[in-house]
């Protein structure tokens, strides 16, 4: 008998364009980053992050934003989202014509300082302001970065999350990320949180954004699939999230995500021989290897269907 109730669908945001490269050292040309949007769509991955409009001072890895949007083929069915700090960044990002913009915040007041230099109340009132300039023409989705711990301030009260999630939904906001930033997050608590958001917020679309520095990202993914979450935010070959040491501590792999799902019958839509043909291409870009397990090992033994 199922013990679990899975969704049998779920729908991934692939934040390697974004999440990943803004973290590698090394600035890719333009056309390689059209070709990997290009690639990531092909590959069946539903919704893709495809960069930043952030101050070319702070991030010059994502400094030709509108040229990389400019460049690739939008296809048909395909989500393309921009990530944007400021209002600034908003009226840049809107005249590439993303589908949807994503705002982020930290959880916790000190990585919020030290990440974008305002305060949480600062960050809310900025995207008031964002949110009068979008104006309900596209839908704005928000990330609540360290959602699981602080590397400053240790734990973060679930109801801090909880609270700063509904301020979002209030302004219109229609979809919640939480994110595990530094990785530290473990089942317990994902599920506890997932309910709880669940529980409070039963109107707003849940993604979750694990990291894998301590190798819990896909326990993680199962822990909130089984409290019904269905939005995952990985990135190919598991790259970004720890600029200083490339290749450790990344993101959750799309790969690696899409391997566990696709072998329990959860859709995910994604051709995983593409993706890792995608991220071996991207090896040879970054001149480093990335953490994927399923990329190292190969994705040919999916049993589709769940238990056989
Ligand atoms: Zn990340």
């Given at each position: 008998?199922?013990?679990?109730?899975?969704?049998?669908?779920?729908?991934?945001?692939?934040?390697?364009?974004?999440?990943?490269?803004?973290?590698?050292p090394?600035?890719l040309?333009?056309?390689?980053?059209?070709?990997?949007?290009?690639?990531?769509?092909?590959?069946?991955?539903?919704?893709?992050?495809?960069?930043?409009?952030?101050?070319?001072?702070?991030?010059?890895?994502?400094?030709?934003?509108?040229?990389?949007?400019?460049?690739?083929?939008?296809?048909?069915?395909?989500?393309?989202?921009?990530?944007?700090?400021?209002?600034?960044?908003?009226?840049?990002?809107?005249?590439?014509?993303?589908?949807?913009?994503?705002?982020?915040?930290?959880?916790?007041?000190?990585?919020?300082?030290?990440?974008?230099?305002?305060?949480?109340a600062?960050?809310?009132?900025?995207?008031?302001?964002?949110?009068?300039?979008?104006?309900?023409?596209?839908?704005?989705?928000?990330?609540?970065?360290?959602?699981?711990?602080?590397?400053?301030?240790?734990?973060?009260?679930?109801?801090?999350?909880?609270?700063?999630a509904?301020q979002?939904?209030?302004?219109?906001?229609?979809?919640?990320?939480?994110?595990?930033?530094?990785?530290?997050?473990?089942?317990?608590?994902?599920?506890?949180?997932?309910?709880?958001?669940?529980?409070?917020?039963?109107?707003?679309?849940?993604?979750?954004?694990?990291?894998?520095?301590?190798?819990?990202?896909?326990?993680?993914?199962?822990a909130?699939?089984?409290?019904?979450?269905?939005?995952?935010?990985t990135?190919l070959?598991?790259i970004?999230?720890?600029?200083?040491?490339?290749?450790?501590?990344?993101?959750?792999?799309?790969?690696?995500?899409?391997?566990?799902?696709?072998?329990?019958?959860?859709?995910?839509?994604?051709?995983?021989?593409?993706?890792?043909?995608?991220?071996?291409?991207?090896?040879?870009?970054?001149?480093h290897?990335?953490?994927?397990?399923?990329?190292?090992a190969?994705?040919?033994?999916?049993?589709?269907?769940?238990?056989?």
């Open positions: 008998m199922e013990q679990w109730d899975y969704p049998s669908t779920v729908s991934l945001r692939e934040v390697g364009p974004r999440d990943g490269l803004q973290a590698e090394v600035v040309d333009t056309a390689y980053k059209v070709q990997l949007v290009d690639q990531l769509s092909a590959a069946g991955l539903p919704r893709i992050e495809v960069t930043s409009f952030v101050s070319p001072e702070w991030l010059p890895q994502m400094a030709d934003a509108e040229a990389v949007m400019a460049g690739i083929a939008r296809r048909p069915g395909t989500v393309y989202s921009v990530l944007v700090p400021n209002l600034r960044g908003a009226e840049r990002a809107l005249t590439t014509g993303p589908d949807e913009i994503t705002l982020f915040l930290s959880a916790s007041a000190t990585h919020n300082m030290k990440n974008v230099h305002r305060s949480i600062e960050s809310l009132t900025g995207f008031r302001g964002i949110m009068e300039r979008v104006s309900g023409n596209i839908p704005v989705s928000a990330v609540i970065v360290t959602a699981f711990g602080c590397p400053y301030e240790g734990g973060v009260p679930e109801q801090n999350v909880l609270n700063l509904r979002l939904v209030d302004m219109g906001i229609a979809e919640i990320t939480l994110g595990d930033t530094v990785g530290v997050a473990h089942p317990r608590q994902v599920v506890n949180l997932v309910q709880r958001f669940q529980m409070v917020l039963p109107e707003v679309h849940l993604g979750l954004h694990f990291h894998d520095n301590r190798g819990t990202a896909l326990a993680n993914l199962l909130a699939l089984a409290a019904g979450a269905s939005r995952f935010e990135a070959g598991g970004g999230g720890s600029p200083f040491s490339p290749g450790a501590g990344g993101n959750l792999a799309t790969e690696d995500a899409v391997y566990l799902l696709e072998s329990m019958g959860v859709h995910t839509g994604v051709d995983l021989e593409k993706l890792i043909a995608t991220t071996g291409q991207l090896i040879g870009q970054l001149g290897s990335v953490p994927s397990r399923v990329y190292l190969g994705g040919r033994m999916v049993a589709k269907g769940g238990t056989q």
